[in-house]
């Protein structure tokens, strides 16, 4: 066996609002040299006036007097291409941040840099925040507007300097999975009944949500959980934290909920003995060369649960999946216990349903073992919670299955086809990199030694 230790940068590469407020901070300090990076924009739009004024360092209307483009020189003489601009505004009306008369804005040109597209001679109402250097930055994803469109804006802006509040809202809407019909966000349905549970630090708020999906509750300004509570016939990704800056605004947190399938099955060799820690993978029929959509390991007593689950027709199996040259680097078998593709059988998943199914037979052409090994730290203390992928050892291949953890001592198994070659690679977060170890060329078989994975700083 041959160990390879790598280290890899956890730094997001998804390009975000915050990435323009970055990139303007580098260019407006004439750092940059070289071609400024393409991305597309990805954000959460702003939201509500309410929430946006409070999100927000400066807050104005104002008429564009003029639009110059940023071309900045760096110290060695060299100048970067960027499509960042300095927007100069004549203001008219100040709700935060910035006095009456004239200023400046950063921002791009629109739409793939996360700029917004402002034009000379038309009126806005500008949402904006601060760079480090004091200059003002703002994008598509701010809330900033064209005035003639900003109408909520003005009402709720104006409303400020007579409002008092002790409390302010935090509200949203649910919305579930359409059935049968192709999600367009536009046709999704309410979901009505769903228990919300909003806590912070000394406040805690339940509501259910009405017949349109909406709840609303009123709380002091602070740092908030949002939690939805279900039916186990659908599920929503996560908790949402949300902060009331103030308490004459708001805050939004919208969920959406889908349909959680959900399939018991597990494998077994041609006796009926149990297989554990194997890779079973769930494929569309239709999609039998492409990518599972989902991965589960079989336990100790070789069963495995799937769940959030899809509405669909599928089939099951194991090395199933082809490398990035399309090759497959071992047998494939599918449901109920085939190497033939012309036998395998599919299955249906309704929405929110759950689907037993008969256990996945191994052929007896195929031996399954376990591989068993364990990951230490730098200092040589075995690491619990560290993620493992098992891989074939060959150019462009893909990982088996997802990552399974090692247990309290550091230990981890799974499964692989007897005489495959393997590598094994863990994963763990320290700070803000990724330590990573990997071990190749190992050869599957029930007398494989104990793989050790070892960290190692660089």
């Not at 409002?163 to 509200?171: D, K, S």
């Amino acid at each position: 066996m041959r160990k390879i230790v790598r280290q890899a940068d956890r730094s997001s590469v998804r390009p975000t609002y915050r990435r323009l407020l970055r990139t303007l901070a580098g260019v407006l300090a004439l750092t940059a040299g070289t071609a400024a990076p393409a991305w597309a924009c990805s954000c959460e739009m702003a939201g509500p006036p309410c929430q946006t004024r409070w999100r927000s360092d400066a807050v104005f209307v104002g008429k564009v007097v003029s639009i110059n483009p940023l071309d900045p020189q760096a110290a060695d003489g060299t100048r970067s291409f960027s499509t960042l601009r300095r927007i100069h505004i004549q203001v008219s009306e100040a709700f935060a941040g910035v006095p009456a008369g004239e200023t400046d804005v950063y921002s791009g040109t629109g739409a793939a840099d996360c700029g917004f597209a402002f034009e000379v001679g038309r009126e806005y109402v500008v949402y904006a925040n601060r760079l480090s250097d004091g200059r003002l930055a703002t994008g598509i994803c701010s809330g900033t507007r064209r005035l003639e469109g900003a109408t909520e804006d003005l009402r709720y802006l104006r409303s400020l300097s007579t409002a008092a509040a002790t409390e302010g809202r935090i509200f949203g809407t649910i919305t579930r999975e359409p059935i049968g019909q192709r999600d367009t966000y536009s046709n999704r349905p309410p979901y009505a009944g769903a228990r919300v549970t909003i806590e912070g630090r000394a406040t805690r708020r339940v509501a259910t949500t009405d017949a349109n999906g909406r709840y609303e509750v009123t709380v002091p300004a602070g740092e908030y959980r949002v939690n939805v509570g279900i039916g186990e016939e659908m599920y929503v990704w996560s908790e949402r934290a949300v902060t009331l800056n103030d308490p004459r605004g708001c805050a939004v947190a919208n969920f959406f909920a889908r349909y959680n399938g959900r399939i018991l099955t597990g494998a077994t060799d041609s006796r009926g003995n149990p297989v554990p820690h194997l890779a079973l993978e769930l494929i569309p029929p239709g999609q039998l060369n492409g990518t599972a959509i989902a991965s589960v390991f079989t336990g100790d007593d070789g069963t495995a649960v799937f769940d959030r689950i899809p509405p669909g027709r599928y089939t099951l199996g194991f090395n199933t999946q082809r490398e990035s040259n399309r090759v497959l680097s071992f047998q494939p078998v599918y449901f109920p216990g085939t190497t033939d593709r012309r036998e395998w059988r599919e299955f249906v998943v309704g929405p929110g349903t759950v689907t037993t199914l008969n256990n996945l037979v191994v052929p007896d052409s195929i031996r399954i073992v376990t591989l068993s090994g364990v990951v230490l730290d730098t200092t040589g203390r075995r690491v619990a919670g560290a993620s493992v992928y098992l891989k074939a050892d060959a150019a462009g291949a893909r990982t088996i299955g997802g990552a399974v953890k090692t247990d309290a001592d550091g230990r981890f198994r799974i499964a692989g086809v007897a005489g495959g070659k393997y590598r094994v690679l863990a994963e763990m977060r320290s700070g803000d990199r990724n330590l990573a170890a990997e071990v190749t060329d190992i050869v599957a078989s029930a007398e494989t030694a104990t793989i050790t994975l070892r960290f190692e700083q660089r």
